[in-house]
Structures are given as C-alpha cells and as structure tokens.
C-alpha cells in the first residue's frame, strides 16, 4: 500500500498538439509542458474532465469439463468528456468539427455544415498540491459531444467529447499514463531526479510553490 500514489484532482490543465505528438520526456512545470502543446485553456469546474469506458464486457465461456475455462477479450473504446468554457476559436473548432481552414481572417470560425472530427494529440496534466501526474494520448478524435449550456449565473460551457485512437507511436495502443508519484524534495528544496526504477516514460515531480500556480 502506497499512500503517496493516491491523487486528487485539485487542479488541472489540458493541452493538444498536432496528432502523434510525442510525449515530454519530463515535465517540470504542468504550466510549461513543451513549445508543442497549446492549452484548450479554462475548463469547467464543477464538472471535471470524465474518461469514459464503452464496450462489451468480458464473458466466460467453459468446456464440459471446465464451465469457466476462458474469459473473452471484450471491445472497449475510451473517451474523455472536457466542458470547455473559452469561447475561442480553438474550442469552436473542437466543438463543431472545423478545419483550420475554417478560421475566418477576423478571427470568426465558420460553422460547417457536416461536422469532421478534429483528431489531435492531448495531454492531460492532473495538479496535486506540489504533485501532477501527465496523462497523454497521441491520437483522440474530438468533436462536440452535447448541447452549449448557457446560464445568467455562469459561464457558457461547451462540450467536447475525445474518442482515444490507436497510434503507430506506441504499437498501436491509445496512450500512456504516468504513475503517481512521490514527492522527493531535496535538502534544499529542489526537485531531485525519481530512481530509475520509478520513472514511467515522462516524471511527476516536485515544482516550487510560486513557480507557475504551485500550491
């Protein structure tokens, strides 16, 4: 049982980047993850970003002899529900399905007709105090997902749901999440490096509070 693994999610940042982005292969600051991440920027609150789990589920199926000898390999798909509330042309995009192309010289997005998905790659920085943990997905097909809320007492919010792709990158699965891990503070004070045998991939460590927005 490791204590320091649990996480909860107090703050968080979303960035996209071109498909088949690679992931950073280390993250000091969640404000400042890489020159090709661009931030979706203010998300909603009060309903976080949902990973949704659609599919079969696994069934048994057995022998004479062994009644349950097997377990089948369910289809699963994986989403991710984000409640954007920029109105900007990046989320406008995302929302209804249009190209860059579509960006009109005075900044406006045209509205097509037939929605497209906008495939990108997306990371997904969850904040813990002075702790985050990187989630990332190199390919997820994005498109507005439910009706723009509107309200006299809140920000208008647009749903956009991401359906997580196979990518070439990493064999063929549809992403990499990191482990949730320890602070491990220095003498000083200062982000010290994890072991080798902690790290996954991109590292969770220590930022400095007053370095970016740390806690």
Not at 15 to 29: C, E, V
Not at 125 to 134: A, H, K, M, N, S
Not at 157 to 180: D, K, M, N, R, Y
Request: hydrophobic share 40%.
């Amino acid at each position: 049982m490791n204590d320091d693994a649990t996480i909860v999610a107090g703050r968080g940042y979303i960035y996209f980047a071109p498909p088949n982005t690679p992931k950073p292969s280390q993250i000091l600051d969640p404000l400042n993850p890489g020159p090709e991440w661009a931030t979706i920027g203010h998300t909603s609150r009060d309903d976080l970003p949902e990973f949704g789990r659609d599919g079969d589920d696994p069934e048994a199926i057995g022998s004479w002899q062994n009644a349950k000898l097997r377990q089948t390999t369910p289809d699963i798909t994986y989403s991710v529900t984000i409640n954007a509330i920029q109105a900007s042309a990046d989320v406008y995009r995302l929302y209804f399905g249009a190209g860059p192309e579509l960006v009109q010289p005075d900044g406006s997005v045209r509205i097509p007709a037939t929605p497209v998905p906008q495939i990108q790659a997306l990371l997904v920085i969850l904040v813990d105090g002075t702790r985050f943990v990187p989630l990332w997905h190199p390919r997820v097909s994005l498109l507005g997902s439910d009706s723009i809320e509107m309200a006299t007492d809140d920000f208008v919010v647009f749903p956009i749901t991401g359906t997580f792709l196979s990518s070439s990158l990493i064999g063929g699965a549809v992403g990499e999440w990191a482990q949730a891990l320890p602070v491990q503070p220095s003498k000083l004070g200062m982000p010290r490096p994890l072991p080798p045998e902690m790290e996954f991939g991109f590292k969770a460590q220590l930022f400095e509070a007053g370095e970016g927005e740390g806690e």
